[in-house]
């Protein structure tokens, strides 16, 4: 004869928690009688840490390399900052950065006194708009160039020039003055705007940023990988790589520190004792937590049965420091002395909770903690408005990818909208006729750059950079890519990972950036972003189309 089990569970009226945590009493004396009932009268012969020691191997990130060669990391700057930079001087803005340049120089003459020079300094380098295209720049850009070339002096040649004064013709007798007035200018020129000591780290195949950081630990080189698209980066922007080597050798330093551990809190913490009396502000029977609800049941068990047995102690890192608890020993008040092992090592290399640890670091598996990093990166900082904007998008009904360029950065460093260039440029639609007509293809705006599928030399796909035939009949000014993200690179066309473009598209933005480093000092820099895209578009492209 066969057994037969029926399981019984409780079945839950309501999602709502609040009415078995709310605990109601009749009369003191049957409160009392409900806390001897749940043991809260009974002592416990138990301890609680009273101090504990760490053991830990400290490092610190010193070097930076993205395509060439590692570069010292200077201390002070913010991770993003070196990460994102990219070189501005000569840029696309490059008449207006000389030009406020110029205009610092003039302005601590006038200071020193030396106000006179002006005039020579602006005779002997005057600012240069010949190479710029008046004409695709609004009125009002224009006309600020035209100011700017009539009074500005150009700082980059001057900055540049091995001896400007005697350029200039400065009499002898002001040139010592004019000198101290001249370098004290250049050393805040190069701290006004940061530019990278080596190349820069934007990836042009990926649209994202590449580099490496490389640390002297007390157990040897430890080299970290980020790829990152732009914004806010952190710990998890980075995985430890051995296949890449920065030359490093041991160093780092190993220290102990001593604290007193304190118990976990948070906001909305539930009381210690079942019977406290909590704040009315937090209401943590207001959690509603259904039967399947897994998650939220197993935050809510925690903190009702185990929030009580977890404590924090200080660990004071600086930042840009790559750090390793070699060893944990905690002092209970009754004196006894216990070694607490690593969470890590206790479940192995096969462990699923890897919170705050870097990819591809195989501590563990070595007999070691794993690795924390603490990169010196911005809380805040002050992004300014896009000066570039550019929608890669994926046009499936033309079998095309398309970079559309919404604006580019102009020579006075304000923004230049595409879509009012091209609409101005658009040629005049044809006469209505009732007779047919073929069209070879229907016309695309010109800032609407095609990116065409051919095979790549190591397999797969990339998008390359091309051009469309109907590009002839508008205006040269006015077609194909004008700011930096879609300009053909020194080495060719160019070719993007067709990986790199998800369905939904992308957004590519560059826009200033200023933000506090760790030592106090400002720093700005020019950063790219890239972001997920509104969807696919259609270009309207058509190939060998009648009409009527």
């Excluded at 480093?517 to 890239?530: A, F, N, T, V």
Aim: with cysteine; charged share 25%; proline share 8%.
């Amino acid at each position: 004869m066969a057994r037969i089990w029926n399981r019984i569970e409780p079945n839950n009226t309501t999602v709502d928690l609040e009415a078995g945590l709310r605990a109601p009493v009749a009369d003191p004396l049957w409160m009392m009688a409900r806390q001897w009932q749940l043991g809260e009268f009974r002592g416990e012969d138990a301890a609680r840490p009273a101090k504990a020691r760490l053991t830990v191997s400290v490092g610190t990130v010193e070097t930076f390399a993205s395509t060439g060669a590692p570069e010292p990391l200077s201390r002070g700057w913010p991770m993003e900052c070196r990460a994102e930079a990219e070189r501005v001087v000569g840029g696309p803005a490059g008449i207006r950065l000389s030009a406020d340049a110029g205009l610092q120089l003039v302005r601590r003459l006038d200071a020193a006194g030396l106000g006179g020079l002006r005039g020579k300094l602006r005779t002997a380098f005057p600012l240069s708009i010949a190479s710029v295209e008046l004409g695709i720049l609004p009125p009002r850009q224009q006309r600020e160039l035209t100011i700017l070339a009539r009074h500005a002096i150009d700082g980059a040649r001057v900055a540049a020039a091995a001896d400007p004064l005697a350029e200039a013709a400065v009499p002898s007798e002001q040139r010592g003055d004019a000198g101290k007035v001249l370098d004290a200018w250049r050393d805040e020129l190069g701290l006004r705007i940061r530019e990278p000591q080596g190349d820069a780290a934007w990836n042009e195949g990926a649209l994202e940023y590449h580099f490496s950081v490389g640390a002297r630990t007390p157990a040897g080189e430890v080299v970290m990988t980020s790829r990152y698209p732009g914004g806010h980066l952190d710990w998890y922007s980075f995985d430890v790589s051995r296949d890449v080597t920065h030359g490093l050798t041991t160093g780092g330093s190993t220290k102990t520190f001593d604290a007193n551990p304190i118990h976990v809190q948070y906001r909305g913490m539930p009381a210690s004792r079942y019977w406290e009396m909590e704040d009315g502000t937090v209401s943590f029977g207001d959690l509603a937590a259904g039967p399947a609800d897994l998650a939220r049941l197993v935050i809510a068990e925690h903190a009702l049965v185990y929030g009580d047995d977890w404590y924090v102690m200080p660990l004071p890192l600086r930042c840009g420091s790559l750090a390793r608890v070699d060893d944990l020993r905690v002092i209970d008040t009754f004196g006894t002395h216990h070694a607490v092992a690593s969470t890590a090592l206790n479940d192995g290399p096969d462990r699923v909770w890897t919170m705050f640890e870097l990819s591809g670091d195989r501590s563990v598996s070595q007999g070691t903690n794993p690795w924390l990093f603490v990169p010196a990166t911005v809380a805040t900082s002050l992004v300014g408005s896009p000066v570039e904007k550019v929608s890669m998008v994926r046009d499936e009904g033309a079998n095309l990818a398309w970079g559309v360029e919404q604006s580019f950065e102009g020579p006075t460093g304000l923004p230049v909208r595409r879509k009012l260039l091209s609409n101005a440029a658009m040629p005049a639609s044809p006469p209505v006729s009732d007779a047919w007509a073929y069209r070879l293809s229907t016309p695309v705006p010109p800032h609407w750059i095609p990116l065409t599928p051919e095979p790549a030399e190591r397999g797969g796909m990339v998008l390359r950079r091309a051009r469309m035939q109907a590009w002839d009949q508008f205006p040269p000014a006015v077609v194909g890519a004008r700011g930096l993200f879609l300009l053909p690179r020194a080495d060719g066309p160019l070719r993007l990972r067709e990986e790199a473009l998800p369905r939904g598209g992308l957004e590519l933005e560059r826009a200033w950036q200023l933000a506090r480093g760790s030592d106090g000092r400002c720093y700005l820099w020019m950063s790219r972003q890239k972001r997920p895209g509104r969807g696919e578009r259609g270009s309207g492209l058509e190939m060998d189309r009648i009409e009527r």
